[in-house]
């Protein structure tokens, strides 16, 4: 079963708009993580925070993590059509695995 | 750094066939899983080793799946016999020590059984 789920689904802007996906998951978590996959490609990690920190940023990234509300996000600034791809979250708790959400399809349009 | 490197990147065979999918770790990663990513299910653990030992097998579907890693550089896993159902694409992903690190992950094996 997935632990995180990602809100929206899917999400269509114009480039230089910001881009806000959600994740939300159930059980505690030592760490939180987000990746990005392109078409066809392997998934690539972005940024990871710890359940003891509630902001950080990376580049345009700005991640945030409510662990009371269970919930992650993360922002886009000013987006590209490079941009254009798949996140997912990603949690890791006490199971001993990495669980996956079902990702948010991300659309810049140029 | 080469990365995570898999072979082969496309593969379609019949069913009833065998079925073998290799991986190269990034130098120096302890850890290594296999994952499957299909659209009605999204991205799912398989097998997990650390230092070359199965940690966590849970994932894998049945009998007809089996891993191995005989060495720090290498795994293959295998589908014995094939069934349409196992199309999908096969990432595998290797991390310096553990679940809870940055994994990286292998470009994929698009896998399509007739």
């Known amino acids: 079963s997935q632990q995180g789920e990602e809100d929206p689904q899917a999400l269509s802007i114009q480039e230089g708009e910001n881009a806000t996906m959600n994740c939300s998951y159930k059980t505690s978590i030592n760490n939180l993580q987000w990746y990005r996959q392109n078409s066809g490609r392997g998934l690539v990690h972005l940024i990871l925070?710890?359940?003891?920190?509630r902001e950080k940023h990376s580049g345009r990234l700005r991640v945030t993590l409510d662990t009371s509300k269970k919930s992650s996000s993360l922002l886009i600034t000013a987006s590209r059509a490079a941009d254009t791809a798949s996140y997912f979250c990603?949690?890791?708790?006490?199971?001993?695995?990495?669980?996956f959400g079902s990702g948010t399809q991300l659309t810049v349009l140029p | 750094d080469a990365g995570v490197i898999q072979s082969p990147r496309h593969e379609v065979t019949e069913m009833g066939q065998e079925v073998t999918l290799r991986c190269k770790p990034i130098s120096g990663h302890n850890s290594l899983f296999w994952y499957r990513q299909t659209m009605m299910r999204g991205l799912e653990l398989l097998i997990y080793?650390?230092?070359?030992?199965?940690?966590?097998d849970s994932g894998m579907p049945e009998d007809r799946f089996s891993a191995k890693m005989p060495n720090a550089s290498f795994s293959t896993l295998k589908i014995q016999p094939s069934e349409p159902r196992d199309s999908a694409v096969y990432f595998c992903a290797s991390s310096r020590s553990g679940v809870q690190e940055t994994q990286y992950f292998g470009p994929g094996t698009r896998l399509l059984v007739l």
């Open positions: 925070i710890r359940s003891n920190e």
């Open positions: 080793f650390n230092n070359n030992v199965p940690i966590d």
């Open positions: 990603a949690t890791s708790g006490s199971a001993r695995q990495l669980t």
